[in-house]
């Protein structure tokens, strides 16, 4: 479990498949204080390190986490938002973030505002109803608050200290990120698929 909140950015330095497999190694601040085994979201992506050596780490995606995400994209020198698991006995930053990636989304606009920045992105169209204005989202790994809430698309406003410690910097226009929607949202969509229909049982708690 994480919190959005970007502990650090490492950068990929080799790329290594076997089969439908890829291995990534990563070099970062954090690299050399983590353990093998380890949950470590990576652009939100929570990813298990492998090996620790020479100040980077490895990780390796399957090809389901493949499939979902954007980690394809990845190539050597890419940029990627770092965070460990979240400690039980503090404070929560953020929001609650599983590191399990729903879909990409690609970003349609980018504004430039008096000292911070607004970006607008674009979803697939099944994951809409799990947006609401100012509601939580995570893009990329940052907790971030959805707004302008459109039929398939909203904005989020950075800051300066995120946007000079992520790697939401090189987001631009047609540039896909990972997106995961709050998982309290989630149960809840799920609930009411399940129990909302008319002649269900538990309908009438449900609704």
């Known amino acids: ?31 050399n204080e983590l353990k093998v085994d380890q949950s470590v979201s990576h652009d939100g992506v929570c990813l298990t390190v492998e090996a620790v050596e020479n100040n980077r780490h490895r990780v390796t995606a399957i090809e389901e986490t493949l499939s979902k995400t954007n980690l394809l994209f990845w190539q050597k020198n890419t940029q990627v938002n770092i965070e460990r698991c979240m400690q039980m006995n503090g404070r929560i930053d953020g929001h609650l973030v599983q590191g399990h990636v729903d879909a990409t989304a690609s970003c349609i606009e980018v504004e430039q505002k008096d000292g911070s920045w607004e970006y607008r992105f674009q979803v697939p169209a099944e994951f809409t109803h799990l947006i609401i204005e100012k509601g939580s989202v995570c893009l990329n790994g940052i907790s971030l608050t959805a707004f302008d809430i459109k039929f398939n698309s909203f904005k989020v406003a950075i800051i300066p200290y995120t946007y000079a410690h992520t790697n939401i910097q090189r987001v631009k226009k047609g540039t896909v990120v990972n997106i995961e929607f709050d998982v309290i949202g989630k149960y809840l969509a799920r609930f009411r698929e399940v129990f909302g229909k008319p002649g269900t049982p538990g309908y009438n708690n449900a609704v």
């Open 1 to 31: 479990m994480f919190t959005g909140i970007i502990e650090a950015t490492g950068t990929i330095e080799a790329i290594e498949k076997n089969g439908t497999n890829v291995s990534y190694w990563i070099a970062s601040p954090v690299s």
